[in-house]
């Protein structure tokens, strides 16, 4: 009886490690992976709505991915004498370990209406001290 228990043991031990384990082809990513910011392309949709696509690898999330795209449309937005942007949507999404944020902001000179509203020399300066890249 000794004998069937201590196999029982076994068994559930390693059946719970097998199960611990990621599926074929995927590789589980590190904890406390370093982000490594791998850059934005943007597009120029009309003269105020700018299209943003940034991508990384190392993000905990994708709000993370989100505040990337959010630095670097409060850069261009400044860059291209606006001070206000507002966030249109945001689409982020895992392909194998690159996160990719495909955004789209309006860009404005005043305050604009919405909720997503970003003072566009205030976010260049957090996304700075924050060490987020801002292209």
Known sequence: MAQRLSLLATLGTAT???GACAPAG???EERGQQAVYQG????????????????MTGA???????TYGRC???QYALDQGFGFARQVRTIVRKDGRT?????VYLLSA?????LRTIDTAKAVAECEALGIPTV
């Open 16 to 18: 719970a490690a097998l």
């Open 26 to 28: 995927e590789v589980p």
């Open 40 to 55: 934005v392309s943007t597009i120029l949709l009309d003269t105020d709505l700018v299209s943003l696509t940034v991508a």
């Open 60 to 66: 905990k999330d994708g709000a993370e991915v989100e």
């Open 72 to 74: 670097a449309a409060a």
């Open 99 to 103: 996160w990719v944020g495909d955004a």
């Open 110 to 114: 005043t305050t604009p209406e919405g």
